[in-house]
Nanobody
């Protein structure tokens, strides 16, 4: 599976961005997908994840109520809608896919290149 993330950019606090993760290769619809982020000097953290069917989702507490993950398996694409952005959301965002839905980084076998999200105050 090859993953390509896009949609990052510079936005003011309170603004919105939508990230997309387009997949090619194997049957993407059978893979769980997660969005991770890594800020300078910090560990890469799982922000949100979605099972292959979309029936299960996870959000880290800091983004609950502001971010929404969704997927369109017909388009082999997973989306991350980010609203009410805060400066602390500034990071490089990565999408990743794995056979099993989970919250652990090593469960994700395929990674895309990151897309930078910068939120100014």
């Amino acid at each position: 599976v090859q993953l390509q993330a896009c949609g990052g950019g510079l936005v003011q606090a309170g603004g919105s961005l939508r990230l997309s993760c387009a997949a090619s290769g194997r049957t993407f619809s059978r893979y769980a997908t997660g969005w991770f982020r890594q800020a300078p000097g910090r560990e890469r953290e799982l922000v949100t994840a979605i099972s292959w069917s979309g029936g299960n989702t996870y959000y880290v507490d800091s983004v609950k109520g502001r971010f929404t993950i969704s997927r369109d398996n017909a388009k082999n694409t997973v989306y991350l809608q980010m609203n009410s952005l805060k400066p602390e959301d500034t990071a490089v965002y990565y999408c990743a896919a794995g056979v099993d839905y989970g919250l652990i980084r090593r469960q994700y076998d395929y990674w895309g290149k990151g897309t930078q999200v910068t939120v100014s105050s």
